[in-house]
């Protein structure tokens, strides 16, 4: 579409606007999964007005991985409940690219009410295999590498609006991704 040059432009478009004004993007380029399950689904934009802008849709682009992700979390904690271990989210750790985006991070704990943690070395799967394969060589110990894994070492994003704006936007995302299903039934790739 040539709305970014590169996944680096995002959060700063994104930030270039205090909100998405309306504007929603449900990404089921291949139909919804997790919760949802729905290979019907096909990717939507919704909430366009003449007054929206690329920032505005790259701020909706962020949002989406947010609400879905939250929307896993979810369903994990009602599983949980459903075999009798009450699970309550009380803190997020996140790793990964995606997450050196602050309006991403910001925007999750925004979403989920919850404060979301970013260790300040986020490619962890990268370190873990290395650290295992420390501790297979016997270089260190189990351990060693759990009395310095305070949780400590990193930032912490709180959120930062209330209840009725959370419930809001969640209820906008329930009603645009509701407009992205019975798509998929008619379509043929050629």
């Known amino acids: 579409l040539g709305i ?4 680096a432009e995002v959060e700063t478009k994104a930030a270039s606007v205090p909100d998405t004004a309306g504007v929603y993007f449900v990404p089921a380029l291949t139909g919804l999964f997790a919760p949802h399950w729905r290979p019907d689904a096909r990717g939507t934009l919704v909430g366009l007005t003449h007054y929206s802008t690329a920032a505005h849709i790259c701020r909706a682009m962020l949002e989406a991985i947010c609400f879905q992700s ?13 075999m009798h271990n009450a699970m309550e989210l009380k803190r997020l750790v996140v790793d990964g690219g995606a ?5 991403l991070m910001q925007t999750q704990a925004d979403l989920l009410g919850v404060p979301v943690f970013r260790p300040n070395y986020v490619e962890t799967t990268a370190l873990g295999a290395a650290l295992a394969a420390g501790v297979g060589a016997g270089v260190w110990t189990e351990e060693d590498l759990l009395a310095q894994a305070d ?19 969640k209820r906008r995302w329930a009603q645009a991704l509701e407009r992205s299903l019975d798509w998929g039934e008619e379509d043929t790739v050629a």
């Open 70 to 82: 939250g929307e896993v979390l979810t369903a994990m904690t009602k599983d949980e409940a459903a």
């Open 151 to 169: 949780g400590t070492n990193g930032r912490t994003f709180t959120p930062g609006n209330g209840e009725v704006d959370r419930a809001r936007r």
């Open 99 to 103: 997450c050196v985006n602050n309006l």
């Open 4 to 7: 970014i040059g590169s996944s």
